[in-house]
T-cell receptor
Framework: GQQLNQSPQSMFIQEGEDVSMNCTSSSIFNTWLWYKQDPGEGPVLLIALYKAGELTSNGRLTAQFGITRKDSFLNISASIPSDVGIYFCAGPNQFYFGTGTSLTVIP | EAGVAQSPRYKIIEKRQSVAFWCNPISGHATLYWYQQILGQGPKLLIQFQNNGVVDDSQLPKDRFSAERLKGVDSTLKIQPAKLEDSAVYLC?????????????FGPGTRLTVL
């Protein structure tokens, strides 16, 4: 079945650093979604992208819908301790979720 | 606004036993989803309901898993009999309607351990 590959799998960064992660699919998507999951909680939607090339921001988060429509990128600027968690990408209708990127922010 | 409620939060059973999970979606949300999240992986969609009808259950192992959404509100997911590989967090989510343009809201999940 369809797989969404995320990289990196995990990241350990210093507070204040910027973070970049990406997600690739084997199929063309018309929607890309980015979620964050805290321990013991369900995922929470961060950003939704609906158009190839689209660049969307939500505070310190910026996500881009790749031009090939097979990838997407999420950037977090000036990381803070509460950014800790697992970040997932998802395709249309949230039928497929990525493998996740675990982020640790060191104060 | 109350979020998606799930119970129990934790369940430990032995293999071959049966188990059921309950979900109460956000009021007014027509679409309800059940996901299985195995440790270290992303959520995997098991079944999607629109009101009380099934929209997609292509990834539901129907030989042992069943789900229902009577009256188009609450939903239950059942596993009978459970296997060791069913150990996972079972997430319920709801949205106003079923497209990607409508945000899904997730519950906290039920963590199932099968011994």
């Amino acid at each position: 079945g369809q797989q969404l590959n995320q990289s990196p799998q995990s990241m350990f960064i210093q507070e204040g650093e910027d973070v970049s992660m990406n997600c690739t699919s084997s199929s063309i998507f018309n929607t890309w979604l980015w979620y964050k999951q805290d321990p013991g909680e369900g995922p929470v939607l961060l950003i939704a992208l609906y158009k190839a090339g689209e660049l969307t921001s939500n505070g310190r988060l910026t996500a881009q819908f790749g031009i090939t429509r097979k990838d997407s990128f999420l950037n977090i600027s000036a990381s803070i301790p509460s950014d800790v968690g697992i970040y997932f990408c998802a395709g249309p209708n949230q039928f497929y979720f990525g493998t996740g990127t675990s982020l640790t922010v060191i104060p | 606004e109350a979020g998606v409620a799930q119970s129990p939060r934790y369940k430990i059973i032995e293999k071959r036993q049966s188990v059921a999970f309950w979900c109460n979606p956000i009021s007014g949300h027509a679409t309800l989803y059940w996901y299985q999240q195995i440790l270290g992986q992303g959520p995997k969609l098991l079944i999607q309901f629109q009101n009380n009808g099934v929209v997609d259950d292509s990834q539901l192992p129907k030989d042992r898993f069943s789900a229902e959404r009577l009256k188009g509100v609450d939903s239950t997911l059942k596993i009978q009999p459970a296997k060791l590989e069913d150990s996972a967090v079972y997430l319920c989510a709801s949205s106003f309607e079923g497209s990607s343009y409508n945000e899904q809201f997730f519950g906290p999940g039920t963590r199932l351990t099968v011994l």
